[in-house]
C-alpha cells in the first residue's frame, strides 16, 4: 500500500498544474486538495485490479490519478457551505477555508476536467476504442447516473427515514460507483479483459463500494475527529439517514462484514493474482480511519 500511495503522490504532483503557472491561487489550492492526504484508496483499488490483467504501472497511475482527481474534486465540493458545510478535512482546513468558496468551486471543476484530460492523454496507451470505453466508464460513474446523483439523493434526504433498499439505492451512486469505476478501469489497464473476468470484478467492486459506505457511516459515529481527519458525528448532527440510524451498530457491522465475505467469494475463481484485490477488502471493512 505504501509503495502505491508514494507513486500516486508522485504522478499527482506531476500531472497537477505547477503552483507558480498562472492563476497561482487556483493551482495551488487545486494542489491543496489533492496532495499530502488521503487514503488512496481508488489508486489502491484500480493497482489491484491491474495486477489481475498484468497491466503496466504507467498506465495503472495515469487511470487511478484520474479517479483519484475526481474523489478529491467531489470532498472539496461535498465540503462546501452549500453541501454539507465542513471545514476539515484530510486533517486539515477544508479548501474554502484555506482559500474561499468561489476557488473551491473551480478547484472542483478543474479537477474534474483534468481527470479526462489524463485519461485521454496518448500516454495511457491503450487501443483508441479501449481508452474510449474507459472515458466513458468514469463519465458515467462521475455523474448524475452516478456519483453526482448519489450526492444529490443524499441531499435531499435530510431528515427523512430510508429504507434499506433506498439508503443503498443511494449509496451505490455516491460512494459505490467510483469505486467500482476504479476496479473496472484497473481491469481495463491490461489485456482486453475477458466479460466473465469482468462480471466477476464488478460484482466484487459493487461489494466493497457498498461495504466502503456502511464502514463510513459507523466510523462517523464510532471513531472521533483526530482519527478520521474530519468531523467526526456529522451524520447524527444533520439527521441524515445511514446505515447506523437504519440498522444499529451491531448489525451494520454484520453487513459490512458479510459484503466483505462476498466481496471475496466473487474473486474465488481467481488465484493469487487477486491477492492485493482480497486484501483491500479486508482494510475496506477492518480500517479504523
Ligand atoms: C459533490 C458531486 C459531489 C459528490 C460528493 C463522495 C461524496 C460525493 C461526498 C463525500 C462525503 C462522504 C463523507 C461520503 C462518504 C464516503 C466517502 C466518499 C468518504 C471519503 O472518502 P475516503 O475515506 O477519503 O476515501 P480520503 O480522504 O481517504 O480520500
Known amino acids: ?51 489481475l490483467a498484468q497491466a503496466p504501472a504507467e498506465r495503472l497511475e495515469l487511470a487511478a490519478s484520474a479517479v483519484e482527481m475526481i474523489h ?44 479526462f484530460q489524463v485519461l ?57 460507483a467510483l469505486i467500482r469505476a476504479s476496479v473496472l478501469l484497473g481491469a481495463h489497464c491490461g489485456a482486453p479483459p475477458a466479460p466473465a473476468m469482468l462480471e466477476r470484478v464488478s460484482h466484487y467492486a459493487h461489494c466493497v463500494g457498498l461495504a466502503f459506505q456502511v464502514v463510513d457511516d459507523i466510523l462517523d459515529c464510532e471513531a472521533p475527529t483526530a482519527t478520521l481527519g474530519k468531523t467526526a458525528g456529522k451524520d447524527a448532527a444533520q439527521n441524515k439517514p445511514t446505515y447506523v440510524s437504519a440498522m444499529g451498530v451491531a448489525q451494520a457491522k454484520a453487513w459490512a462484514e458479510s459484503l466483505r465475505l462476498e466481496a471475496r467469494e466473487a474473486l474465488s475463481g481467481f488465484g493469487a493474482e487477486a491477492g492485493r484485490l482480497r486484501e483491500l477488502a479486508d482494510f475496506i471493512v477492518l480500517r479504523k480511519f
Open 72 to 115: 478529491a474534486y467531489s470532498l472539496v465540493h461535498d465540503d462546501l457551505p452549500c453541501m454539507d458545510d465542513d471545514a476539515l478535512r484530510r486533517g486539515k482546513p477544508t479548501c474554502h477555508v484555506e482559500y474561499d468558496e468561489a476557488t473551491a468551486l473551480l478547484v472542483g471543476d478543474s479537477l474534474q476536467t483534468l481527470a
Open 120 to 176: 485521454a492523454e496518448p500516454a495511457l496507451g491503450t487501443e483508441a476504442g479501449a481508452q474510449l470505453q474507459m472515458l466513458r466508464l468514469l463519465a458515467q460513474a462521475a455523474g448524475s447516473r452516478g456519483m453526482a446523483g448519489g450526492q444529490a439523493i443524499d441531499l435531499y434526504s435530510v431528515g427523512k427515514a430510508l429504507s434499506l433498499p433506498e439508503l443503498e439505492f443511494m449509496h451505490i451512486h455516491k460512494t459505490g
Open 1 to 51: 500500500m505504501g509503495q502505491v500511495q508514494a507513486r500516486m503522490e508522485a504522478a499527482l504532483a506531476r500531472l497537477l498544474p505547477a503552483p507558480e503557472i498562472a492563476p497561482q491561487r487556483l493551482h495551488q489550492a487545486m494542489r491543496y486538495a489533492v496532495l499530502g492526504g488521503g487514503k488512496r484508496v481508488r489508486p489502491l483499488l484500480c493497482f489491484a485490479a491491474g495486477e
